[in-house]
């Protein structure tokens, strides 16, 4: 019966014992050497526990690998911060690559498209632990940003992070455009529709149809 509990406890929170959950304080050393592979996600979120067994089997796979890691993160709980600070607005969110510069996937969720994925980019990728992997424009990239104090790099994050919040902001303004202009063309529409059937529609179909 305990069991029958846990089992159930595990599907209604979409997350698994099975899969390593990462939080800021294991962030670092669980994912240092590694090409990652995470699910952000939030218990309540259906669509989490719905592929919650798939990516289970998924992490059960690369279990121990030498490079590739599967692992979650809970954003309601002690990884929140992590969540925040790849900028994670929707549940599951599933992320991949360089730790330090993780790319949105926007594959499949089954398990044969997760592990497809996974097999044919969880590999050693060109990343700070990994220069000799990049090619020659990255690895000046590289050496520049090494060059710069901390305090420009800060400047310089923060510049490119206000860069992504005006961006999305300038979406969400156009989004609203659209709605209203959408609410606008809706009304009219439906003001003429009701237009012409107040002159006279259905008496004329009823006439019709007595003839």
Same mark, same amino acid.
């Given at each position: 019966?305990n069991l029958f509990?846990?089992?159930?406890a595990?599907?209604?929170?979409? #997350?698994?014992? *099975?899969?390593? $959950?990462?939080?800021? /304080?294991n962030?670092?050393?669980?994912?240092?050497g @590694?090409?990652?592979? %995470?699910k952000?996600?939030?218990?309540?979120?259906?669509?989490?526990?719905?592929?919650?067994?798939?990516?289970?089997?998924?992490?059960?796979?690369?279990e121990?690998?030498?490079v590739?890691?599967?692992a979650?993160?809970?954003?309601t709980?002690?990884?929140k911060?992590?969540?925040?600070a790849?900028?994670?607005?929707g549940?599951p969110s599933?992320r991949?690559g360089d730790p330090?510069?993780l790319?949105?996937?926007k594959?499949?969720r #089954?398990?044969? *498209?997760?592990? $497809?994925?996974?097999k /044919?980019?969880?590999?050693?990728?060109c990343?700070? @632990?990994?220069?000799? %992997?990049?090619?020659?424009?990255?690895?000046?990239?590289?050496?520049?940003?090494?060059?710069?104090?901390?305090?420009?790099?800060?400047?310089?994050?923060?510049?490119s992070?206000?860069k992504?919040?005006?961006?999305?902001k300038a979406?969400?303004?156009?989004?609203?455009?659209?709605q209203?202009?959408?609410?606008?063309?809706n009304?009219?529409?439906?003001?003429?529709v009701a237009?012409?059937?107040?002159?006279?529609?259905?008496?004329?179909?009823?006439?019709?149809?007595?003839m």
């Amino acid at each position: 019966m305990n069991l029958f509990f846990l089992t159930l406890a595990g599907l209604v929170t979409g #997350s698994n014992a *099975a899969v390593l $959950s990462l939080t800021p /304080d294991n962030f670092d050393s669980a994912t240092a050497g @590694k090409t990652v592979f %995470l699910k952000f996600f939030a218990p309540w979120c259906g669509h989490c526990k719905s592929m919650a067994a798939d990516y289970e089997k998924l992490a059960s796979d690369w279990e121990g690998h030498a490079v590739g890691l599967i692992a979650e993160v809970d954003c309601t709980a002690a990884g929140k911060p992590l969540c925040d600070a790849n900028g994670v607005k929707g549940f599951p969110s599933l992320r991949y690559g360089d730790p330090s510069d993780l790319q949105e996937y926007k594959g499949g969720r #089954s398990y044969d *498209a997760l592990s $497809s994925f996974a097999k /044919d980019n969880l590999k050693p990728v060109c990343s700070i @632990k990994n220069i000799d %992997l990049c090619d020659d424009a990255k690895k000046a990239e590289i050496v520049a940003f090494q060059g710069m104090s901390s305090a420009d790099l800060d400047a310089k994050i923060a510049e490119s992070e206000t860069k992504i919040a005006d961006a999305e902001k300038a979406f969400d303004e156009g989004l609203q455009g659209l709605q209203s202009t959408y609410e606008k063309l809706n009304g009219d529409k439906d003001a003429k529709v009701a237009e012409v059937k107040a002159s006279g529609l259905g008496l004329m179909k009823a006439v019709l149809a007595s003839m």
